[in-house]
């Protein structure tokens, strides 16, 4: 079979113009418009470093950063941790499991704005979270879950959560069933419960795909951007706002386009800088 | 992956092909973002305007599907007289419209006659993006408006006039007799001034568990309250923040007030109007403070309330304004078709269409001639809330103004409506005393200001 050397190229081509189209040229533009004063109005002007300057003092972007990284610490553990024992629920052969496997992956395709909204309603004082709490004798007064300072951020990220579940025991379960049944077996035999069996043979196991899911959340948490704009808006009292937000107001609100971009650049190294330590912390252990 | 062959000349031939193939990669991935580039630097095919038929894009802000028939059979008469201009209508909700606007100006694809209200309007006019519409009409054809529509679109040094007034509408009162007669209230008697709204709402709180009150804080909204309240926003020259005296300070301390006794809903903080709307139609609250023309929305999807529904002037303060919001028409310069907008735009406000369009919802016309039509000055046999809400705002209308002006400040409006609305959450919150509130919200606005000149 002679292969025309273009061939693989042209294959490859459509998708290169997609990812040049709305990945690399924006990134590039992005990184040279951190550099100018540009907002839309008038031609881009060179000021060199002071976007990063100024942003280096802006106390909102350290107020927004400081929130991204508090989504990082919460909301990474969980989503890494949580769909584990959800893929090992799942993973079962009885009847009906596709109908459960299913349903926890439904709020993955929900839209954010059906999501957001009816969010909105349970976190409302006289809503059904508080209810249940108020049932459970948990708390004595309703919680002001998007009104208060102290608590906007934790309501966002129990909806981020609740929402990546479902993605991410999906990545789980593929992975679980490449584990062989003699593993599971052997085992047996040799007497282990149900938590030896998870902790020494699942989770080693799973390593890879911890690895992906790991890296996937952290930036995907870092990036964290429709739940915030949804349900809160970033209040009170900026008490919400991540990094992503920030940008979008300060590009799309105050058409500050250039210091927006430069914030973007700072985003930008900061997942990157995140993607490679998980790399080789989580990598390290499995030569990947 | 690489093939171990005996051969040592076919893994020569390997690792060339894999590396030319690389490089060929890194080449495509390069031609295709010169591509792009290319691309968005050349300017997009226009209408070339010397063909015989125009077509010019009009945008609206969320008239759809309310008063859809009503601009489409507009949109058909004026093409009917106009054979060669064809209108494409294109209907824009409210919370897209600023932006979608700022993107189209910005990437050279603007439409040709929008409906803008003014605040949406700021950023266009500090780029000087707008016709001059003080050039490009006539004397006469600008004297057939209320003078207070024209000014709302005139910047502050009054040299340029970037909008045609569309349609005007009053701040009134909603409010719930049902509610009201539950309390013990008398319906008959709500209350015109934000003082007695509070104590309304402490009898409506205690009888009935309801929230009285829903003043809604966003946009403009604080800003429109303080002058309400007596404060003026800036001084005479639009220089320094003016609202840090004692009527300003109880304006503060009037809603901090309200949040902390749980006076008005704890959401009123990070919800906007149209929630506002939401609680008033599912019968949650017993006064709403709104534009007249939100009681379709309410007739339509709360028809109990709606019936239960009086209307009365809007609620003030000591300064005894009301406020006058305009929705007008503005033709972005970019525009092939500035003749044919502006027919459009004159078309759109004559008498004729402008009283038709009142009969469909509580607005007024911007045109002087329309309002002395029967409809704005008779009340009918039996009058609907809809109509004594006319009624109430046509008289009104001569003591209304748009309360807000920026005086020239216009590029850093919503940062202004940011800096004071903050304030007045940490106010609320109880994160500040009142007093050091106000003080912050002015050394922000003339932090703002000063950087602004």
Redesign the interface.
């Given at each position: 079979m002679k292969h025309h050397p273009l061939t693989p190229l042209l294959f490859l081509l459509p998708g290169c113009i997609i990812l040049g189209t709305f990945i690399f040229y924006p990134t590039i533009n992005a990184i040279w418009l951190s550099f100018t004063n540009y907002n839309i109005v008038d031609k881009p002007k060179y000021v060199g470093l002071e976007n990063y300057n100024q942003l280096f003092h802006d106390s909102m972007f350290w107020y927004s950063l400081y929130h991204t990284i508090i989504y990082l610490i919460c909301v990474v553990p969980a989503l890494v941790i949580l769909p584990i024992f959800l893929a090992i629920l799942v993973n079962r052969k009885i009847k009906g499991i596709a109908f459960f496997r299913s349903v926890y992956y439904i709020p993955v395709v929900t839209s954010i704005v059906v999501v957001g909204i009816t969010w909105d309603w349970l976190y409302k004082d006289n809503g059904l979270l508080n209810y249940i709490l108020q049932l459970l004798n948990l708390i004595n007064q309703p919680i002001h879950w998007l009104t208060s300072t102290s608590t906007s951020l934790i309501a966002v990220m129990l909806v981020t959560i609740w929402k990546g579940l479902g993605y991410y025991m999906v990545i789980y379960l593929a992975g679980l069933q490449s584990i062989p049944d003699e593993l599971y077996e052997a085992a047996e035999i040799d007497g282990a419960n149900s938590w030896k069996k998870t902790t020494r043979i699942i989770f080693p196991l799973l390593m890879p795909s911890i690895l992906i899911v790991s890296i996937m959340s952290s930036i995907a948490a870092m990036k964290v951007f429709e739940e915030i704009y949804v349900i809160t808006g970033g209040g009170p009292l900026h008490s919400s706002e991540t990094l992503v937000f920030y940008i979008f107001k300060e590009a799309f609100d105050k058409l500050n386009m250039g210091y927006a971009s430069a914030a973007g650049v700072i985003l930008f190294l900061i997942t990157l800088a995140l993607s490679v330590a998980n790399l080789k912390i989580l990598g390290k252990e499995n030569n990947i | 992956m690489i093939l171990i062959l005996p051969d040592g000349k076919q893994i020569n031939k390997e690792v060339n092909?894999e590396m030319?193939?690389r490089s060929?990669?890194i080449i495509?991935?390069l031609l295709?973002?010169i591509?792009?580039?290319a691309c968005s630097n050349s300017k997009g095919t226009q209408n070339e305007g010397a063909n015989k038929k125009e077509t010019i894009e009009f945008w609206t802000m969320q008239l759809k599907p309310t008063f859809t028939d009503y601009i489409q059979n507009m949109i058909n008469d004026f093409e009917s007289k106009n054979p060669n201009i064809k209108v494409n209508w294109v209907d824009v909700p409210a919370s897209d419209l600023q932006?979608k606007m700022?993107s189209a100006?910005?990437s050279k694809t603007a439409p040709d006659l929008v409906n803008l209200p003014v605040g949406f309007a700021t950023?266009l006019v500090?780029?000087d993006a707008l016709v001059h519409i003080n050039e490009a009409l006539t004397k006469e054809q600008q004297d057939q408006y209320f003078a207070g529509g024209l000014k709302a679109y005139t910047t502050y040094d009054s040299k340029v006039t970037y909008g045609i007034p569309w349609y005007l509408s009053i701040e009134e009162t909603l409010y719930n007799a049902e509610i009201f007669k539950k309390a013990g209230l008398d319906p008959n008697n709500p209350p015109k001034t934000f003082e007695e709204a509070a104590e309304v709402a402490k009898v409506i709180k205690e009888k009935t568990g309801k929230y009285g009150f829903y003043p809604s804080l966003d946009l403009s909204l604080p800003l429109r309250y303080m002058v309400m309240f007596g404060a003026p926003l800036l001084n005479e020259d639009g220089t320094k923040a003016a609202f840090n005296t004692p009527e300003g300070l109880h304006m503060f301390q009037y809603f901090t007030d309200l949040y902390k006794n749980d006076l008005i809903?704890?959401?009123i903080?990070?919800d906007d109007e149209r929630k506002g709307i939401d609680e008033y139609a599912a019968g949650n609250i017993a006064i709403f403070s709104t534009g007249p023309q939100y009681l379709t929305q309410i007739k339509e999807n709360a028809p109990d309330v709606y019936k239960d529904t009086l209307t009365s002037e809007g609620i003030t303060g000591k300064s005894g304004l009301h406020n006058m919001s305009v929705q007008g028409l503005v033709i972005p310069k970019q525009s092939k078709h500035q003749k044919a907008a502006i027919k459009l735009a004159l078309f759109i406000t004559n008498p004729k269409n402008e009283v038709e369009f009142s009969k469909l919802t509580t607005i007024y016309p911007s045109n002087k001639k329309a309002i002395e039509d029967p409809y704005f000055t008779q009340l009918p046999k039996n009058p609907e809330p809809t109509d004594r809400a006319r009624i109430t705002g046509a008289k009104e209308l001569e003591n209304s103004e748009v309360l807000v002006d920026f005086k020239g400040n216009t590029a850093v409006a919503?940062?202004l409506q940011q800096a004071l609305f903050?304030a007045l959450?940490?106010s609320m919150?109880g994160?500040l005393s009142p007093k050091e509130a106000v003080q912050e919200a002015e050394s922000n606005w003339n932090k703002i200001l000063e950087n602004n000149k």
């Amino acid at each position: 079979m002679k292969h025309h050397p273009l061939t693989p190229l042209l294959f490859l081509l459509p998708g290169c113009i997609i990812l040049g189209t709305f990945i690399f040229y924006p990134t590039i533009n992005a990184i040279w418009l951190s550099f100018t004063n540009y907002n839309i109005v008038d031609k881009p002007k060179y000021v060199g470093l002071e976007n990063y300057n100024q942003l280096f003092h802006d106390s909102m972007f350290w107020y927004s950063l400081y929130h991204t990284i508090i989504y990082l610490i919460c909301v990474v553990p969980a989503l890494v941790i949580l769909p584990i024992f959800l893929a090992i629920l799942v993973n079962r052969k009885i009847k009906g499991i596709a109908f459960f496997r299913s349903v926890y992956y439904i709020p993955v395709v929900t839209s954010i704005v059906v999501v957001g909204i009816t969010w909105d309603w349970l976190y409302k004082d006289n809503g059904l979270l508080n209810y249940i709490l108020q049932l459970l004798n948990l708390i004595n007064q309703p919680i002001h879950w998007l009104t208060s300072t102290s608590t906007s951020l934790i309501a966002v990220m129990l909806v981020t959560i609740w929402k990546g579940l479902g993605y991410y025991m999906v990545i789980y379960l593929a992975g679980l069933q490449s584990i062989p049944d003699e593993l599971y077996e052997a085992a047996e035999i040799d007497g282990a419960n149900s938590w030896k069996k998870t902790t020494r043979i699942i989770f080693p196991l799973l390593m890879p795909s911890i690895l992906i899911v790991s890296i996937m959340s952290s930036i995907a948490a870092m990036k964290v951007f429709e739940e915030i704009y949804v349900i809160t808006g970033g209040g009170p009292l900026h008490s919400s706002e991540t990094l992503v937000f920030y940008i979008f107001k300060e590009a799309f609100d105050k058409l500050n386009m250039g210091y927006a971009s430069a914030a973007g650049v700072i985003l930008f190294l900061i997942t990157l800088a995140l993607s490679v330590a998980n790399l080789k912390i989580l990598g390290k252990e499995n030569n990947i | 992956m690489i093939l171990i062959l005996p051969d040592g000349k076919q893994i020569n031939k390997e690792v060339n092909r894999e590396m030319k193939f690389r490089s060929l990669f890194i080449i495509m991935l390069l031609l295709s973002m010169i591509f792009v580039s290319a691309c968005s630097n050349s300017k997009g095919t226009q209408n070339e305007g010397a063909n015989k038929k125009e077509t010019i894009e009009f945008w609206t802000m969320q008239l759809k599907p309310t008063f859809t028939d009503y601009i489409q059979n507009m949109i058909n008469d004026f093409e009917s007289k106009n054979p060669n201009i064809k209108v494409n209508w294109v209907d824009v909700p409210a919370s897209d419209l600023q932006q979608k606007m700022l993107s189209a100006v910005s990437s050279k694809t603007a439409p040709d006659l929008v409906n803008l209200p003014v605040g949406f309007a700021t950023k266009l006019v500090s780029m000087d993006a707008l016709v001059h519409i003080n050039e490009a009409l006539t004397k006469e054809q600008q004297d057939q408006y209320f003078a207070g529509g024209l000014k709302a679109y005139t910047t502050y040094d009054s040299k340029v006039t970037y909008g045609i007034p569309w349609y005007l509408s009053i701040e009134e009162t909603l409010y719930n007799a049902e509610i009201f007669k539950k309390a013990g209230l008398d319906p008959n008697n709500p209350p015109k001034t934000f003082e007695e709204a509070a104590e309304v709402a402490k009898v409506i709180k205690e009888k009935t568990g309801k929230y009285g009150f829903y003043p809604s804080l966003d946009l403009s909204l604080p800003l429109r309250y303080m002058v309400m309240f007596g404060a003026p926003l800036l001084n005479e020259d639009g220089t320094k923040a003016a609202f840090n005296t004692p009527e300003g300070l109880h304006m503060f301390q009037y809603f901090t007030d309200l949040y902390k006794n749980d006076l008005i809903p704890h959401s009123i903080i990070t919800d906007d109007e149209r929630k506002g709307i939401d609680e008033y139609a599912a019968g949650n609250i017993a006064i709403f403070s709104t534009g007249p023309q939100y009681l379709t929305q309410i007739k339509e999807n709360a028809p109990d309330v709606y019936k239960d529904t009086l209307t009365s002037e809007g609620i003030t303060g000591k300064s005894g304004l009301h406020n006058m919001s305009v929705q007008g028409l503005v033709i972005p310069k970019q525009s092939k078709h500035q003749k044919a907008a502006i027919k459009l735009a004159l078309f759109i406000t004559n008498p004729k269409n402008e009283v038709e369009f009142s009969k469909l919802t509580t607005i007024y016309p911007s045109n002087k001639k329309a309002i002395e039509d029967p409809y704005f000055t008779q009340l009918p046999k039996n009058p609907e809330p809809t109509d004594r809400a006319r009624i109430t705002g046509a008289k009104e209308l001569e003591n209304s103004e748009v309360l807000v002006d920026f005086k020239g400040n216009t590029a850093v409006a919503n940062e202004l409506q940011q800096a004071l609305f903050d304030a007045l959450q940490k106010s609320m919150l109880g994160k500040l005393s009142p007093k050091e509130a106000v003080q912050e919200a002015e050394s922000n606005w003339n932090k703002i200001l000063e950087n602004n000149k």
